[in-house]
């Protein structure tokens, strides 16, 4: 019997240091992306997409009325392009030795040169384009239009329209898989549209349940995957051959933007609320979340550099928004002037 007690509190020790153990909070672990630097750009205005050029290091970004221009190697800023309306985004397209931006608010597509970043001349497109892809498959630059759902087609070589493709819903970003076939999502009808480049045609409608009104869009090319970050705070993995659900990950709210490092396997969600969710691709199909880095609120859109495995957000300082109205019922926080922002993260 003693020998029973002596088991039970000898149990009973070991059971409590078990407990113990368990009931002490784990450690942090630290994050691995830590902001290495900050450059203040400066301007008024709301911004959206980032575009970095690997070879000239050159990081284009929508900013209101212009684009600005920095180096990311050096830091340093040159003059922007000015006088657009609405700036959404910007392609390059080196063998022409131009580069084209979407004017959200002119309906239209501005051309300039890459090598002096002077306006050469501009071409009409459907209302509102958004997001602007180029299609080094096609040499044929792509427009999504918000407002008309449909895509404007431009011939690079003489940058003249040669189709316009209906879309079914509001297109946001879209992405090339440099073979011929063209992936847009589609934010009110949650969908993924598979469009053939050539042909210009709609191949495939593929269903992103459970994730909504999609907005960032990326691919990995080598394994047909998909990447669609959803506003319900979901990131949809999608077979890019069926269209198949993988799985889904949580994200943070408000993201705009998703990017994949193939050398690293890394997928970024940078969301608006001030995160950076960090995924890593175990295997085709199996992710996991690896960290949430704390960016600044603002931060949804990004460029990733494949050269130095960073991530570039933008974002401003913030002050209240204005009272809402019936016009705009949601309206935007302002802007502290002058504090538009470039964060680099790294490890």
């Known amino acids: 019997m003693r020998k029973l007690i002596g088991l039970v509190f000898i149990l009973a020790f070991f059971l409590a240091i078990g407990i113990s153990a368990h009931a002490q909070p784990a450690a942090q672990k630290p994050s691995e992306f830590q902001l290495k630097k900050k450059t203040v750009i400066g301007g008024d205005g709301f911004w959206d997409y980032l575009t970095l050029d690997g070879n000239s290091r050159i990081l284009y970004i929508a900013h209101g009325d212009r684009v600005e221009i920095l180096n990311v190697d050096s830091g340093l800023k040159s003059d922007p392009i000015p006088g657009l309306s609405g700036v959404h985004g910007v392609v390059i397209a080196p063998q022409y030795g131009r580069g084209y931006i979407s004017n959200g608010r002119g309906d239209c597509v501005t051309i300039f040169d890459l090598k002096t970043r002077q306006k050469l001349g501009e071409v009409k497109t459907g209302a509102n384009p958004d997001a602007i892809l180029y299609d080094d498959f096609s040499h044929r630059l792509f427009t999504f239009n918000g407002r008309s759902a449909n895509a404007t087609v431009i011939d690079a070589a003489n940058n003249e329209v040669i189709g316009t493709i209906a879309l079914g819903g509001k297109p946001e970003f879209a992405v090339s898989d440099a073979k011929g076939i063209i992936y847009a999502n589609i934010e009110d009808?949650?969908?993924?549209?598979?469009?053939?480049?050539?042909?210009?045609?709609?191949?495939?409608?593929?269903?992103?349940?459970?994730?909504?009104?999609?907005?960032?869009?990326?691919?990995?090319?080598?394994?047909?995957?998909?990447?669609?970050?959803?506003?319900?705070?979901?990131?949809?993995?999608?077979?890019?051959?069926?269209?198949?659900?993988?799985?889904?990950?949580?994200?943070?709210?408000?993201?705009?933007?998703?990017?994949?490092?193939?050398?690293?396997?890394?997928?970024?969600?940078?969301?608006?609320?001030?995160?950076?969710?960090?995924?890593?691709?175990?295997?085709?199909?199996?992710?996991?979340?690896?960290?949430?880095?704390?960016?600044?609120?603002?931060?949804?859109?990004?460029?990733?550099?494949?050269?130095?495995?960073?991530?570039?957000?933008?974002?401003?300082?913030?002050?209240?928004?204005?009272?809402?109205?019936?016009?705009?019922?949601?309206?935007?926080?302002?802007?502290?002037?002058?504090?538009?922002?470039?964060?680099?993260?790294?490890?």
């Open 189 to 347: 009808t949650s969908e993924i549209v598979c469009l053939d480049s050539g042909k210009l045609q709609v191949l495939h409608r593929w269903k992103l349940a459970p994730g909504e009104e999609p907005s960032g869009l990326a691919l990995d090319t080598k394994n047909n995957r998909l990447f669609s970050v959803c506003s319900n705070r979901i990131l949809v993995v999608m077979n890019a051959e069926n269209g198949a659900i993988v799985t889904t990950l949580p994200i943070g709210s408000g993201s705009d933007g998703v990017k994949f490092d193939p050398d690293t396997s890394l997928i970024f969600s940078s969301n608006g609320e001030g995160t950076l969710t960090v995924i890593h691709q175990d295997a085709p199909d199996k992710y996991s979340v690896v960290e949430t880095v704390t960016t600044a609120h603002g931060a949804r859109t990004l460029a990733v550099d494949v050269l130095t495995h960073r991530v570039f957000v933008a974002t401003a300082e913030l002050g209240p928004a204005p009272a809402a109205t019936a016009e705009q019922p949601h309206p935007r926080p302002s802007i502290v002037p002058s504090t538009f922002m470039i964060l680099e993260f790294g490890k």
